[in-house]
């Protein structure tokens, strides 16, 4: 088992305080049942690690991501305050990067885009964490090759590869993961196989999870919080001697079950036991080639996909949304020498929104076209220096609800810088302008809402900023950075509108021979217009998170095989406009004890305690907690799990 010391986590950057990214929850390094929280194995992975672009990225750990498998995104993004995660289950989950709604960033799943605009009410990206390898979010500022639509910044999902189950030499192998929280009562199993054979390899992954409605802090039974989950994944690997590698993988979620009458609030007007069903699909498709051992000038990169999500509410209107993505990206890199690169490509997207309700016979949709060329160049023009600069061409073509066309093109431009003031201490800082076109609304309100006039859209453009520093000497890290998103035109139905987010991340780690303490803090503000902004008025842009914090820390007991840990999450008390409630603070402590049994090292059994202390909250990023009219969606209150896993 690697040691503490060396697992202990360096703040990458300021808003990543040790969310590094990445392995699979297959095997741990040689085999072993432990996982590694050093960020050099996984950052490692990211071929472009250390470019300018990327002083700003977060990168989770192997070991975060092993104990998020049997949890949820609030799991994986646990401890960066940056990130927030708010909705309580996996169907009504929001992520905010900086205060910013994911929805204005470029998410993929092996590389095949995402983000494909659901009703409101539920998220637009539900991803099972079981099936991760990696997880890297790029906050503020995007380079021109992570394609449109990343107004502000970009999120990638990896899935688990064969080659991370199966050890050098093995055919076949796998693992099997069981857990049980006793707030719902909720049980899940998740199987993983994988073999090989000569240079085709291949994986299959399933996943079962199935409970009652959960208790809040207060003991109130949240009606509606069930949990009836169903994920799949199945991928299959070409790769030769020469680096030839070609990947094909298929992603299957689905979540149907009695649900709030409006998912994610805990109830309207008083009311919390009107209920409905929500039957929700979710599908990712990619095609990658590319050659893992090239160099020099040509070093191709393909990358075909297709995702869509599919929200069928039949009570009262029969309704069926189904958004998706089909898309293309063809590019090359150029190493012009060890540390110099240039990329360039082209890329398109198709997107498209559907509504429908065959008891009265309506059938609306949106679509979009967007081609796009691109290029980024990353650069180390001198010892101290890291540049990374970026441009990129995109004209898209709209077509609203009622056939209107409109058709608009528009340069983005990005660039980036890190000094190395010492060896310990560094600068760095990033900006861009980055064309939006004009987006698809959420395909729920295409019948509910009179007629659009297309002719008033403008297409959006973000204009991000950050600077910000970092020092790592021995085993302490301190970061720090200001941000700022500023959104022209954002759509709202037909009307355009301002919005912006800026505030400030702060973060530590420091790290000791048998354990680690992190501390990050975020505090961000956002407007509409001008002015402060409620919950509704950011709606799909962003949410009113004011200053939150996390801390965590790990020992090794030294009884072999046995560490405990545990974490805090804070929500300070923030002011809200004046004709809405303030939101209150709270504080939330959770605790775990994990065992490797020193005789059966693939065998690990994990126990938590979330919630200890019964905290009646809604996370900071859940809908509605300033208004009167809406019961918020609360967390589960003090729950107990137990996971077990195997591997083989």
Not at 2 to 14: D, K, N, V
Not at 120 to 135: E, F, S, Y
Not at 594 to 608: D, F, G, K, M
Request: charged share 20%; net charge negative.
């Amino acid at each position: 088992m690697p040691s503490l010391a060396h697992r202990r986590t360096r703040l990458l950057s300021c808003t990543a305080i040790a969310l590094a990214a990445t392995a699979a929850a297959p095997r741990a390094q040689e085999g072993q049942g432990a996982y590694s929280l050093d960020p050099i194995e996984v950052e490692k992975r990211d071929d472009l690690f250390g470019a300018a672009d990327r002083a700003t990225s977060m990168y989770v750990s192997d070991y975060e991501l092993e104990r998020a498998r049997t949890g949820d995104l609030k799991d994986v993004f646990a401890g960066i305050s940056s990130v927030s995660v708010g909705g309580a289950l996996p169907l009504t989950q929001k992520i905010f990067l900086n205060g910013v709604d994911m929805l204005n960033l470029g998410v993929t799943i092996d590389e095949a885009p995402q983000n494909n605009r659901a009703f409101h009410h539920v998220t637009a990206n539900a991803i099972d964490p079981g099936l991760l390898k990696q997880v890297r979010a790029d906050a503020t500022v995007a380079p021109a090759d992570a394609g449109p639509y990343a107004l502000a910044g970009s999120v990638v999902f990896e899935t688990v590869d064969p080659e991370d189950v199966l050890d050098p030499g093995e055919t076949f192998g796998g693992n099997v993961r069981l857990a049980y929280g006793t707030n719902g009562k909720t049980g899940q199993a998740a199987v993983t196989l994988a073999g090989r054979q000569g240079n085709l390899s291949w994986l299959g992954y399933a996943k079962r999870a199935k409970g009652e409605d959960y208790e809040s802090g207060a003991g109130d039974t949240i009606l509606g919080t069930a949990a009836n989950l169903t994920s799949y994944l199945g991928k299959m690997v070409y790769e030769n001697e020469a680096g030839h590698r070609m990947e094909v993988s298929a992603l299957h979620m689905t979540d149907d079950e009695l649900r709030q009458f409006r998912a994610n609030f805990g109830g309207n007007n008083g009311v919390v036991d009107q209920l409905r069903v929500y039957d929700t699909t979710r599908k990712s498709y990619s095609l990658s080639y590319e050659n893992v051992l090239a160099d020099g000038l040509w070093d191709p990169k393909l990358s075909l996909g297709y995702s869509e999500s599919d929200i069928v509410v039949p009570d009262p209107w029969d309704s069926n949304g189904l958004s998706g993505t089909a898309s293309a990206t063809l590019q090359n890199r150029f190493h012009l020498n060890a540390t110099d690169t240039v990329s360039v490509g082209v890329d398109y997207q198709h997107r498209f929104g559907v509504y429908q309700s065959p008891s009265f016979n309506t059938d609306l949709r949106e679509d979009s076209d967007n081609v796009g060329i691109f290029a980024q160049a990353r650069m180390e023009p001198a010892e101290r220096w890291k540049i990374s600069v970026g441009a990129r061409f995109d004209h898209q073509s709209f077509t609203g609800t009622d056939g209107t066309e409109l058709s608009n093109s528009g340069l983005s431009a990005n660039a980036s810088a890190v000094f190395a003031v010492t060896e310990a201490f560094s600068l760095r800082a990033g900006v861009s302008s980055v064309f939006g076109g004009i987006d698809l609304e959420d395909n729920y309100t295409y019948e509910s809402r009179a007629p659009w006039v297309y002719g008033n859209l403008e297409p959006s453009r973000a204009k991000n900023a950050s600077v910000g520093f970092d020092y790592a000497a021995g085993a302490v890290t301190f970061g720090g950075e200001l941000f700022v998103t500023q959104i022209d035109n954002a759509r709202s139905a037909d009307q355009n509108f301002d919005f912006e987010s800026r505030g400030f991340n702060l973060g530590a780690t420091y790290g000791w021979a048998s354990g680690f303490a992190r501390f990050t803090v975020s505090h961000s503000d956002v407007e509409v217009n001008g002015s402060p902004a409620e919950s509704y008025d950011a709606l799909d842009f962003g949410a009113p998170l004011g200053t939150v914090m996390a801390f965590e820390i790990e020992q090794d007991t030294g009884l072999p095989g046995l560490k405990v840990g545990g974490g805090l999450d804070i929500a300070l008390d923030h002011d809200m406009p004046a004709a809405v409630n303030d939101l209150d603070g709270y504080e939330v402590v959770n605790l775990f004890a994990e065992y490797v049994p020193p005789s059966y090292q693939n065998l690990t059994i994990r126990a938590e305690v979330n919630n200890l202390f019964d905290t009646e909250y809604a996370d900071r990023a859940t809908y509605g907690a300033e208004y009167g009219s809406v019961t918020t969606l609360k967390e589960p209150g003090r729950t107990f799990s137990l996971v077990a896993v195997t591997r083989f």
